[in-house]
């Protein structure tokens, strides 16, 4: 696929499980972010992965939500004990080059939905 | 530090008007500046950014935007709006020494026939 593809694009659950949220960014791009759009909200940063360096996991909520990204590809944001307030879109971007001039390019996000 | 305003929530034009998405930053040194179209239930668009040179950017779409330093701002511009372009823009800045982007809190444009 020639886009950042996301899964799944729609996600109900209860309060208190756990849910995974998949990115598979542009082949090639070397950086990918993780931002969460509440409704009426901007994008909030979550976590920058560049290449092998360490990530920023600056953007982090709490210490339920944490990161992965393997083989410098597709990455997985995972959120324990989910809670009403984790409700939101959840978008990853990835860039060629991570650098200042380098245009991220957004997947479709998917909409969480915590009961 | 960096921020971006989006000063309007919505902006409602006529069909074959002029567009215009207002948007003031700042940083503490030099901006990046992007634009991004949102439509409803779909990730963010590309649509422009101004990094130095010319401080009139075309983008996609027949969307413009003018980077005025003094008055730091980076205003999105169409010189005659579709109703297909109704959708949440966002504007987004990330000072030259950083790798992140700050984001507007969008605005709604809707163009009515």
């Known amino acids: 696929g020639a886009g950042v593809s996301q899964s799944p694009s729609n996600k109900v659950t209860e309060k208190g499980k756990d849910v995974e949220l998949r990115c598979d960014p542009i082949s090639g791009h070397t950086a990918l972010y993780w931002y969460r759009q509440s409704l009426g909200q901007g994008l909030e940063f979550l976590i920058y992965f560049q290449g092998n360096s360490a990530p920023d996991k600056s953007g982090l909520p709490s210490d339920r939500f944490s990161a992965e990204r393997t083989g410098g590809s597709v990455s997985t944001l995972t959120i324990q004990r989910t809670q009403q307030e984790d409700s939101a879109v959840y978008l990853c971007?990835?860039?060629w080059g991570g650098g200042g001039t380098d245009t991220q390019y957004f997947g479709p996000g998917t909409r969480l939905t915590v009961l | 530090a960096q921020s971006v305003a989006q000063p309007e929530d919505q902006v409602n034009v006529a069909e074959g008007n002029p567009l215009t998405v207002k948007c003031t930053y700042s940083v503490s040194g030099n901006p990046y500046l992007f634009w991004y179209v949102q439509y409803p239930n779909r990730g963010l668009q590309f649509l422009l950014k101004?990094?130095?040179?010319?401080?009139l950017v075309k983008g996609s779409y027949g969307f413009e935007a003018e980077f005025n330093k003094s008055q730091t701002s980076f205003h999105l511009k169409k010189p005659s709006a579709l109703v297909s372009d109704s959708a949440l823009y966002f504007c987004a800045v990330r000072d030259i020494n950083d790798y992140k982007l700050s984001f507007g809190a969008g605005t709604t444009v809707t163009v009515r026939a």
């Open positions: 101004y990094i130095t040179g010319d401080n």
């Open positions: 971007a990835s860039v």
